[in-house]
């Protein structure tokens, strides 16, 4: 008698436990749908469709807009029904960068990503990206982008940083210090990729050597970007040849001695060319490679027939009479 209770009683209390999870399925689904008709008649949110967990259905991503917070919510779409299963951060900052835009990503591992920038000088961007693993989402890595406003607006450090965290473990100040933030200025050299901005002609990239600014100039990466957008040819090797002139006068001895030696490579009877090449070398105190430049210079001078132009720096450097 005692055992047909207890049976009677764990089968009623299965039943009413199913009961319960049903009805808070239930309740949880009418207060999702609620809460998510509340954010799409408030403007200080805005809605994206975005397949949140590999299922091939669009789900919805509520975050505060722009200067309105960081919240940020996902709204998982089962059955034609919403619900709330995460809620973490936009990654806006205060005083910082703010909510730009979120978008589906189209890779065999993240779904998301979720772009910031900061609305005030220069370029100050990160892009956040999240993946879906084992029924949870993960914050992967972050890209950084940043351009050095003050010294050099024409060139943008690219920094992928790797960052594995939680993204459900991220709405919390605490929690939100541990994001890796882009490495510093001293290191991003050699950690990050670099992008250059080429104007469009060589000509208005030379007027960059009326702006008395150095850094704008620096870089032997730079005139690859260049060559890589105006590759070189017989039009054009003039001004190459001139930028290059420019580039050793204000002492910018590597930058000028890559672009020369592009020069020469392509074009190897171009005998100015070659006293430049000699001036940048001794102006990186690589005397042998000068007196290497300078004697062919002086090989192709006398073939022109132009012996007597040659500049007396160019016998004094070389030692000969």
């Not at 020369?260 to 060319?273: D, G, H, Q, S, Y």
Request: proline letters at 2%; a neutral charge; charged letters at 25%.
């Amino acid at each position: 008698m005692i055992k047909s209770v207890l049976i009677k009683s764990s089968g009623l209390t299965l039943f009413m436990l199913f009961r319960i999870g049903f009805v808070n399925s239930y309740l949880n689904t009418l207060i999702s749908a609620q809460k998510l008709e509340e954010f799409s008649c408030n403007s200080n949110y805005f809605i994206v469709d975005v397949d949140i967990n590999k299922d091939g259905i669009l789900d919805k991503v509520v975050s505060n807009s722009a200067y309105a917070g960081n919240e940020l919510y996902f709204f998982e779409k089962k059955d034609s029904k919403y619900q709330i299963v995460l809620k973490s951060v936009n990654f806006s900052e205060d005083g910082g960068r703010i909510i730009d835009k979120i978008k589906q990503v189209q890779n065999e591992k993240e779904v998301l990503l979720i772009r910031t920038y900061f609305p005030d000088r220069g370029k100050d961007v990160a892009t956040y990206y999240i993946a879906y693993e084992d029924s949870s989402w993960i914050l992967t890595r972050t890209i950084y982008e940043t351009t050095e406003w003050i010294n050099d607006y024409t060139k943008t450090y690219i920094c992928e940083v790797r960052q594995d965290l939680s993204f459900a473990n991220l709405n919390t100040n605490s929690a939100s210090k541990r994001i890796k933030q882009i490495p510093e200025p001293t290191t991003r050299d050699f950690s990050c990729n670099k992008h250059y901005y080429i104007e469009g002609s060589i000509k208005e990239f030379a007027q960059r050597f009326e702006a008395n600014n150095i850094h704008i100039l620096q870089d032997k990466e730079r005139y690859q970007a260049l060559l890589n957008k105006f590759p070189l040819t017989l039009k054009n090797v003039i001004e190459y040849n001139n930028i290059s002139y420019y580039l050793e006068q204000i002492g910018l001895y590597e930058e000028t001695s890559f672009l020369l030696e592009k020069i020469i490579e392509k074009f190897p009877n171009r005998t100015v060319a070659y006293i430049n090449l000699g001036d940048a070398y001794w102006g990186l105190q690589e005397n042998e490679n000068a007196r290497k430049a300078y004697l062919k210079y002086i090989e192709l001078m006398k073939k022109n027939g132009w012996e007597r132009k040659i500049p007396q720096r160019v016998y004094d450097r070389i030692q000969l009479e």
